[in-house]
């Protein structure tokens, strides 16, 4: 089976503290791809970013940071030094190989307060 | 260059009614994908196309719901006989191809009276 577990439905923190949110997924495919994806009031879902499952080095692209364990089959996003713009739902994905598919989480309501 | 684009961002119809809801995909993207979103079920796939034929309907809900896309470009999702629980936000996507990562459009609002 194919699934993606988002654990934390809503997170609340001040402006300026780390948070972490939560992935935790399940597949039999030996090859596989990872995505987070933020969605602000907006509406939008916007890419944040991808991972396979054949690369196990972890990434930090300004603020965030990804740390992909395969051993306990986890992608877990780390926003540091935490502000109000980052207030969005954060959103887990695993690629569905046999059909194309983004497989979601429940999704991680993030909230910033100044 | 342009996103995805989806029309009508917002539509409001009465039940019973059929609607027609659009995605023009980023230019180049052979692969195109509908997604519902809604409160009580998440983000849930509905139907994800190849060029112009549909490998994976698996996620259309009944046979109610209907799409197609031409020239490997524009895709139509069509609800016909609109029932309550068919609101939601339709959400599309396009990727180079499968398995390349998916860009989303900004949604239609669907709500039906």
């Known amino acids: 089976a194919q699934k993606v577990t988002q654990a934390q439905t809503e997170i609340s923190v001040v402006e300026k503290e780390d948070v972490t949110l939560d992935c935790v997924y399940e597949t039999r495919d030996t090859t596989y791809y990872l995505f987070w994806y933020k969605q602000p009031p907006s509406g939008e879902l916007v890419f944040l970013i991808r991972?396979?499952?054949?690369?196990?080095q972890n990434e930090i692209s300004g603020r965030y940071s990804w740390n992909f364990q395969k051993s306990t089959s986890s992608f877990n996003f780390t926003i540091t030094a935490s502000q109000v713009v980052d207030s969005a739902v954060y959103f887990c994905?695993?690629?569905?190989?046999?059909?194309?598919?983004?497989?979601f989480g429940q999704g991680t309501e993030l909230s910033v307060k100044p | 260059g342009a996103g995805v684009s989806q029309s009508p961002s917002n539509k409001v119809t009465e039940k019973g009614k059929d609607v027609e809801l659009r995605c023009d995909p980023i230019s180049g993207h052979t692969a195109l994908y509908w997604y519902r979103q809604s409160l009580g079920q998440g983000l849930e796939f509905l139907i994800y196309?190849?060029?112009?034929?549909?490998?994976?309907k698996s996620g259309l809900p009944s046979d109610r719901f209907s799409a197609e896309r031409t020239g490997g470009s524009v895709s139509t999702l069509t609800i016909q006989r609109t029932q309550q629980e068919d609101s939601a936000v339709y959400l599309c996507?396009?990727?180079?191809?499968?398995?390349?990562?998916?860009?989303f459009g900004p949604g239609t609002r669907l709500l039906v009276l």
């Open positions: 994905a695993l690629y569905y190989n046999q059909g194309g598919k983004l497989i």
């Open positions: 196309f190849q060029g112009n034929s549909a490998p994976d």
């Open positions: 996507a396009s990727s180079l191809g499968q398995k390349e990562t998916q860009y």
């Open positions: 991972r396979n499952s054949f690369d196990e």
